[in-house]
């Protein structure tokens, strides 16, 4: 099993940035695939990026390609999310999570941290 714990989430303008951190523990994070996803208020929760084990391997939501960094420090056991060029509807609550399996975008991820809110104002 492996334990995940987001952080850096808060309230920013349009145009900022703003760089999440997942924190991994209880299993050999270097074994997990990444990824990070969002729910806004009403809404389902959406792909937003994800990274290989290795780091060898990205994928982003479309909405997020070229303003949305994915990258992990296996050293540290922690995956991030550099977040630019952010706009009010990339408000949302971020969750990250992992799976053994190589799923990419699909949200049937084996595990999931508790989230951590960001919230850009226009």
């Known amino acids: 099993q492996v334990q995940l714990v987001e952080s850096g989430g808060g309230l920013v303008q349009a145009g900022d940035s703003l760089r999440l951190s997942c924190a991994a523990s209880g299993s050999t994070f270097s074994r997990y695939n990444m990824g990070w996803f969002r729910q806004a208020p009403g809404k389902e929760r959406e792909f937003v990026a994800a990274?290989?084990?290795?780091?060898?391997?990205?994928a982003y939501a479309d909405s997020v390609k070229g303003r949305f960094t994915i990258s992990r420090d296996n050293a540290k056991n922690t995956v991030y999310l550099q977040m630019s060029s952010l706009k009010p509807e990339d408000t949302a609550v971020y969750y990250c999570?992992?799976?053994?399996?190589?799923?990419?975008?699909?949200?049937?991820?084996?595990?999931w941290g508790q989230g951590t809110q960001v919230t850009v104002s226009s």
């Open positions: 990274i290989m084990w290795s780091g060898g391997s990205t």
């Open positions: 999570a992992a799976d053994k399996i190589w799923i990419g975008a699909h949200n049937s991820y084996d595990y």
